[in-house]
T-cell receptor, first 111, second 111 residues
Framework: SAVISQKPSRDICQRGTSLTIQCQVD?????MFWYRQQPGQSLTLIAT?????????ESGFVIDKFPISRPNLTFSTLTVSNMSPEDSSIYLC????????FGPGTRLTVL | GENVEQHPSTLSVQEGDSAVIKCTYS??????FPWYKQELGKRPQLIID?????GEKKDQRIAVTLNKTAKHFSLHITETQPEDSAVYFC??????????FGAGTTVTVRA
C-alpha cells in the first residue's frame, strides 16, 4: 500500500487563525479524501480532493471554511480557516478507491 | 446519504472468547464494506473488507459476513487476544468510494 505522510502531526492554534495541513503520498493516486475525527468520535468525510478541479464537499462542509487544493496526483492540502474551538479534531487524509488507507492524521487544538 | 449504524458501542470479552460487532446500512447502492481497527493515538487500519457479491470472507481469526437483503454486515473475531483491544469501525461505500462510518465499537480483551 502507499506510504502517506501528513504535516504537521499536531498543532495548537489561536481562534480566528488558519492552518494548512499537507498530505503527501509516495505514488500517484486517483482518489484522495479528507476526513475529520472529533475527540472520541467516528470519522466524517469532509470532501473529495479532485486533481485539477475544485474539491467536492459533503453536507455541512463548505469551501470557505475548508479550502482544499490538489495540484497533482501525490499531494493535497486542507486549510481550516477562521478556526474556533469546535474545530479541534484530528484531520486525516486517505487515498484509494474501495480500499482506502489513511495518513497518520493531524491533531489540531484550537484555543 | 448513507447511514451506518454500529452496535455495540463497547464490548468486553475474556481472552480466547469471540467478539461480534454488527452494522446496518441504509443505502441499497452501497457495495463495499470495510472494517477498520484504530488503536489509541494511531490511524485507522483496514483489517478486512467485503464486497456486495460475496456473503462471507475470512482472514485467519477475523471474518466478515454480509446480508444484502437485510442490509447488515458483521465482524467476527475468534480466539481474541489482548492485542485485539482497540476501536473498530465499520463503513460502507458505493461507486463514488466515499466511506460512511459507523460510530465505532471499543473492544477490550480481558487477560
Amino acid at each position: 500500500s502507499a506510504v502517506i505522510s501528513q504535516k504537521p502531526s499536531r498543532d495548537i492554534c489561536q481562534r480566528g487563525t488558519s492552518l494548512t495541513i499537507q498530505c503527501q503520498v509516495d505514488s500517484q493516486v486517483t482518489m484522495m479524501f479528507w476526513y475529520r475525527q472529533q475527540p472520541g468520535q467516528s470519522l466524517t468525510l469532509i470532501a473529495t480532493a479532485n486533481q485539477g478541479s475544485e474539491a467536492t464537499y459533503e453536507s455541512g462542509f463548505v469551501i470557505d471554511k475548508f479550502p482544499i487544493s490538489r495540484p497533482n496526483l501525490t499531494f493535497s492540502t486542507l486549510t481550516v480557516s477562521n478556526m474556533s474551538p469546535e474545530d479541534s479534531s484530528i484531520y486525516l487524509c486517505s487515498v484509494g478507491l474501495n480500499e482506502q488507507f489513511f495518513g497518520p492524521g493531524t491533531r489540531l487544538t484550537v484555543l | 446519504g448513507e447511514n451506518v449504524e454500529q452496535h455495540p458501542s463497547t464490548l468486553s470479552v475474556q481472552e480466547g472468547d469471540s467478539a461480534v460487532i454488527k452494522c446496518t446500512y441504509s443505502d441499497s447502492a452501497s457495495n463495499y464494506f470495510p472494517w477498520y481497527k484504530q488503536e489509541l493515538g494511531k490511524r485507522p487500519q483496514l483489517i478486512i473488507d467485503i464486497r456486495s457479491n460475496v456473503g462471507e470472507k475470512k482472514d485467519q481469526r477475523i471474518a466478515v459476513t454480509l446480508n444484502k437483503t437485510a442490509k447488515h454486515f458483521s465482524l467476527h473475531i475468534t480466539e481474541t487476544q489482548p492485542e485485539d483491544s482497540a476501536v473498530y469501525f465499520c463503513a460502507a461505500s458505493s461507486n463514488d468510494y466515499k466511506l460512511s462510518f459507523g460510530a465505532g465499537t471499543t473492544v477490550t480483551v480481558r487477560a
